[in-house]
């Protein structure tokens, strides 16, 4: 096997906004694919991996030394130093959290997704009443913190209907995050008023050739605009913003790098903000041929998600239930500090009242209660809330 060459050495970001979309400034995207022209991902020698696994403060070439194929065959120093470091900076805690999908409509048709609006899966919005019965049941198993999830549209699931989502959270939960299309930042400024308190983004693939590839039409064709969604709600006045590639779409040393990259620049520029990342890999899709890229393993999705905490020791690290048992049992030993507990993805799922079809399928279908017994018998503490309100 050689090292990975990247691809993206003279390819430019589309950069052709829509008219309703907000631009920021292009120095982020500018610096980010210059640092991925400048760094080349092979080969590097075992005393690069090493520097890098000692240096207090990695640079973004460290971060692709630990990401390349050398430091693989490292894999349990950086497991080691890893676990060194999320024990420093996180203790023992681990934070728990559910998702709740609200709707499955979607306008934009991504290829390898269950919501692409080509798929015929059955689409549902849940009502006000019928989000309150979802979350109602979630608060009642104990947890603290909810994820809102909705496909990216925006006639179905408009900011009024986000907003409104929200803020019946706000009622039951002491955490509220969304995952849904990116917005401009007066927008982001509104939900923040109705309770969000951080957004993650899935920038899905920094290859750009590939990215258009995987999204044939739809606003999330704006490569640009979606790149930028970090820096929208933090203008917007949301404390955290969260940061993913989806391993798997496109080379994963090369997403992972860019990925690291992205969220370094806006702690750069944003030191407030509370970092984190969330590590998905593909999931098979029901209904949908898209090949799985088989090209991600565990032991590589093992080695980002090291590679990342060495990189920022302090960014947050989720890792979902996309994930098996076994793995997620082991990684929250050595570098996650946020689960998902308690998963049902399709619409409706948490009353049994199912209304639409889920996104993909999920590897680990344990109960809070599940989940909390794991985490105590391996010597960690789980946290269903580490954010008080005085
Ligand atoms: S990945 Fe998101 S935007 Fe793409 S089809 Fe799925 S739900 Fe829609």
Do not use: W
């Amino acid at each position: 096997m050689t090292e990975t060459k990247l691809p993206v050495k003279n390819m430019t970001a589309p950069t052709e906004y829509l008219k309703d979309m907000e631009q920021t400034d292009p120095a982020l995207i500018e610096k980010l694919f210059s640092y991925l022209d400048e760094i080349n991902f092979g080969p590097f020698t075992n005393y690069e991996v090493s520097a890098a696994l000692e240096s207090r403060r990695p640079t973004p070439r460290d971060l692709a030394a630990l990401l390349s194929l050398t430091a693989e065959k490292r894999l349990e120093d950086l497991a080691q130093k890893a676990r060194r470091l999320t024990r420093e900076h996180f203790g023992n805690s681990i934070n728990l959290f559910t998702p709740l999908y609200i709707a499955n409509y979607c306008e934009n048709s991504c290829l390898y997704c269950g919501f692409n609006s080509k798929n015929n899966i059955k689409r549902a919005r849940l009502n006000e009443e019928e989000i309150e019965r979802e979350l109602k049941t979630i608060a009642q198993t104990g947890l603290s913190e909810i994820l809102i999830l909705t496909g990216e549209s925006q006639k179905k699931s408009d900011l009024d209907y986000i907003g409104r989502a929200a803020e019946i959270a706000r009622k039951y939960f002491h955490l509220v995050g969304i995952e849904i299309y990116p917005l401009n930042s007066d927008d982001y400024a509104i939900l923040q008023k109705k309770g969000v308190d951080y957004v993650t983004i899935f920038q899905e693939t920094y290859d750009v050739k590939r990215y258009a590839a995987l999204h044939p039409y739809g606003r999330k064709r704006v490569f640009s605009y979606r790149f930028n969604a970090q820096e929208r709600p933090i203008a917007g006045g949301l404390r955290g913003v969260g940061f993913g590639s989806l391993f798997g779409l496109s080379d994963f040393r090369i997403d992972a790098l860019a990925t690291g990259i992205h969220a370094y620049l806006i702690q750069r520029k944003y030191p407030h903000a509370e970092i984190s990342f969330s590590c998905p890999r593909l999931r098979p899709i029901p209904g949908n041929t898209f090949p799985l890229a088989g090209r991600i393993s565990q032991k590589n999705l093992l080695q980002i998600i090291c590679a990342f905490r060495l990189f920022m020791p302090f960014a947050g690290i989720t890792v979902s239930s996309r994930e098996n048992i076994i793995f997620r049992n082991n990684i929250v030993d050595i570098a996650a500090t946020r689960i998902s507990a308690g998963v049902h993805i399709n619409i409706g799922g948490h009353c049994g009242k199912i209304k639409g079809d889920e996104q993909f399928e999920i590897n680990d279908n344990r109960s809070l209660a599940e989940i909390f017994s794991m985490l105590k018998e391996r010597g960690l503490q789980p946290v269903l809330s580490d954010y008080l309100y005085v």
